[in-house]
């Protein structure tokens, strides 16, 4: 029995309705309206007004839930938009997280570089309680219902919960369809789904890694959690994040709904030593190096080859 089921249903109404807000957003938008971040990463009026949109919907209903989201409002100093509600909003994304109670987490719009080309981005929200995630609801607006469709229509929706299972729906209708990663147990036939952006996951290490495990079907790229969304449905096998740099810290907003709806489709996912991913450490997985995500089958092949890569 759903444990969450008044939390999946706010999530799923603050997701897509965030994801809707940047569709609009993105119809308007022209390149001179991004701002860079003292990071150097961009973002977007959508991506504040996703935000502000998914704090507002939860605060509603869930009013004590701190959220640990991505953007902050400081960011926004400088624009002409300084409405004291908006920004509030924005800025109830400031949990530090940690190992105690509920909170939620958000990125309101992952792979803003995807969504600035028109391509794959997406709106990812988690409920994680004391250290553990148990729900992630995830919006992808250019993410083909379809894969073998690609032409068809786009706009998808995944809903994972602790223990329930995963399903996708369309942005066009409430049917649930259950979702599973793919069953294929030979490593050689598997493909890898990475960032379209080498800087955030090391292309050249993971065409040796695919040497090494005899792969040779070409990478699905693309940006985003998305490729969590492709792996869990299968239309690819293995979800690989490799540290381009020492000092990267990987997000929990980056991850959190993206775990649950690999562990909820049969899959797997630890970092790229095999270690679990760790929530309760704040808002970044430091204790964890890259990702790997893939059927139960492969997974623990995948990590061998990481670490003869690595390690040689
Ligand atoms: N050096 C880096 N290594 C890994 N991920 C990064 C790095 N720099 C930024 N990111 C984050 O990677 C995510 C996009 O990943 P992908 O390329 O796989 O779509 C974004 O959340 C982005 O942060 P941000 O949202 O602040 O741009
Ligand atoms: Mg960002
Ligand atoms: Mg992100
Ligand atoms: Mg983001």
């Not at 600035?116 to 083909?144: K, S, Y």
């Not at 096998?237 to 649950?260: F, M």
């Not at 996912?269 to 964890?288: V, Y």
Request: aromatic share 6%.
């Amino acid at each position: 029995m759903s444990v969450f089921a008044a939390e999946r249903t706010v999530a799923i109404n603050a997701v897509l309705r965030a994801s809707e807000v940047c569709q609009k957003v993105f119809k308007q938008l022209v390149s001179t309206e991004t701002i860079t971040k003292k990071d150097k990463t961009p973002v977007t009026i959508a991506d504040f007004s996703a935000q502000a949109v998914v704090n507002t919907i939860l605060y509603k209903s869930f009013p004590n839930d701190p959220i640990v989201g991505e953007e902050d409002s400081g960011d926004l100093r400088d624009e002409p938009l300084d409405e004291e509600k908006l920004l509030d909003a924005i800025d109830r994304g400031s949990y530090p997280g940690g190992s105690q109670g509920r909170m939620w987490t958000l990125d309101p719009i992952d792979g803003t570089k995807g969504f600035l080309r028109g391509e794959q981005f997406a709106v990812c929200l988690a409920l994680i309680v004391g250290g553990n995630v148990q729900l992630g609801v995830m919006g992808c607006p250019n993410l083909p219902v379809d894969f073998n469709a690609p032409e068809g229509e786009r706009g998808c929706l995944f809903i994972a919960e602790k223990g329930q299972g995963a399903f996708q729906r369309n942005f066009s209708s409430t049917e649930e369809t259950k979702i599973h990663v793919s069953d294929i147990s030979s490593v050689s036939e598997a493909s890898f789904c990475e960032s379209v952006e080498a800087a955030h996951s090391s292309h050249d290490d993971s065409a040796q890694i695919a040497s090494l495990l005899g792969m040779t079907k070409p990478s699905l790229r693309m940006d985003s959690q998305c490729k969590y969304c492709s792996v869990s449905r299968g239309d690819a096998d293995i979800y690989l994040r490799l540290p381009t740099r020492a000092d990267y810290e990987e997000n929990i907003w980056d991850h959190a709904s993206g775990s649950i709806l690999i562990q909820e489709t049969g899959g797997e996912i630890s970092d790229i030593n095999g270690k679990p991913l760790d929530w309760s450490l704040g808002r970044t997985l430091k204790a964890n190096k890259g990702i790997v995500a893939a059927n139960s089958k492969i997974h623990s092949k995948v990590i061998e080859a990481c670490n003869k890569h690595f390690n040689k």
